[in-house]
């Protein structure tokens, strides 16, 4: 799913620099270009949290505590991503 998004954003920045080359100074294009890398940006630090997690889990002896937490962790993440996607798929809907 993170792979799917970071292609999306990719696709994003690359159709709002094609536009912003005609129209340099249209404000809802440099929000677009902005947000675009701001979800590329998120989708890195996602990847190493839930590496971080995955680490922590992957130890011997986890307490059921830390495994609550990740899991709370990880739940929190997933509900942010699929915010970003939406988003993402919205105004790229948008752009074309």
């Not at 970071?6 to 249209?26: C, H, I, K, R, Y």
């Not at 307490?63 to 939406?86: F, H, N, S, T, Y």
Request: glycine share 4%; hydrophobic share 45%; proline share 2%.
């Amino acid at each position: 799913m993170v792979k799917a998004i970071a292609t999306q954003a990719t696709e994003g920045v690359d159709l709002v620099q094609q536009l912003m080359s005609a129209f340099p100074d249209n404000a809802i294009l440099i929000q677009f270009f902005a947000y675009f890398n701001t979800s590329l940006f998120f989708i890195e630090t996602s990847r190493k949290q839930i590496e971080n997690i995955r680490r922590t889990l992957a130890s011997s002896n986890v307490p059921d505590e830390v495994i609550q937490v990740a899991g709370e962790d990880l739940g929190d993440l997933l509900g942010r991503v699929l915010e970003v996607k939406l988003k993402v798929e919205r105004l790229i809907s948008r752009l074309e």
